[in-house]
């Protein structure tokens, strides 16, 4: 079964769900004490944190670091994983950037679509980002700043993004809830309460990798464009 992962900046911890659900499982700490990015590479959990503007690599999903590097800017938000390469967005330079591999070194980078970029998500062929200015949920072409799609938030502080293979999850931190979106649409399918008061990033642990599709879903058309 796949699960929903979380972070959250007032209890600094890092969650694992039960499916789409608020029963937690598992958690542990935040390698600092302001979490705002969380991905999952199929293995090990990826965080970022804008106290010490630091990307993490975990082995599995635990607070044991195996690597580490400084974030291109000094306010990194969310982050996400392609399947080889990381990416982030950073809400002081208003940037979203790809990565080298797991590394400091920047390959690409485009200027985000409003000036609060806090969520981000890779869709297999598409970037997705969630900005907390314009309370919009964005969808990219390809890796880009060129916008082929986008809807208001459920709520007025989005901060969490994921995409699971067929639906948005997002996560405000205005009214501590958790959502599945129908598709890429502002229709809401489903919602929880976050575990804490500041839930800031979000992750699905079955999302596409490598362009190839999670077991049981399909590629929607909506992100292949």
Same mark, same amino acid.
């Given at each position: ?15 694992? %769900? ?29 965080? +970022? ?23 291109? =800017? ?13 990416? +982030? ?14 590394? =400091? ?11 609060? /970029? ?21 969808? %990219? ?10 809807? +208001? ?16 999850? =997002? ?9 599945? %979106? ?8 489903? =919602? ?6 500041? /839930? ?20 929607? %058309?909506?992100?292949?464009?």
């Amino acid at each position: 079964m796949a699960n929903v992962l979380c972070s959250d900046a007032d209890s600094d911890k890092i969650y694992l %769900h039960t499916g789409f659900s608020s029963t937690i499982s598992n958690s542990f700490s935040s390698p600092s004490d302001s979490p705002y990015g969380l991905a999952w590479d199929g293995t090990n959990v990826l965080s +970022s944190d804008g106290n010490s503007d630091r990307i993490y690599l975990h082995t599995g999903f635990s607070s044991t670091i195996s690597n580490s590097f400084s974030s291109p =800017s000094n306010s990194p938000a969310g982050v996400s994983w392609d399947g080889t390469n990381v990416l +982030s967005v950073d809400w002081t330079s208003d940037r979203i950037y790809l990565h080298t591999g797991f590394s =400091s070194t920047i390959s690409n980078s485009f200027s985000s679509p409003s000036s609060g /970029p806090i969520g981000l998500s890779w869709g297999g062929t598409n970037v997705l980002s969630a900005d907390g200015t314009s309370d919009q949920i964005y969808l %990219h072409t390809g890796f880009s700043s060129t916008i082929s799609n986008s809807f +208001s938030s459920p709520a007025v502080s989005p901060e969490g993004l994921t995409w699971d293979g067929t639906n948005v999850l =997002s996560s405000d931190a205005d009214s501590d809830k958790i959502y599945l %979106h129908t598709g890429f649409s502002s229709t809401i399918s489903n =919602s929880f309460s976050s575990p804490s008061t500041n /839930p800031t990033s979000l992750e699905w642990d079955d999302r596409v990798f490598f362009g190839r599709f999670p077991k049981g879903s399909y590629y929607p %058309h909506i992100l292949a464009q």
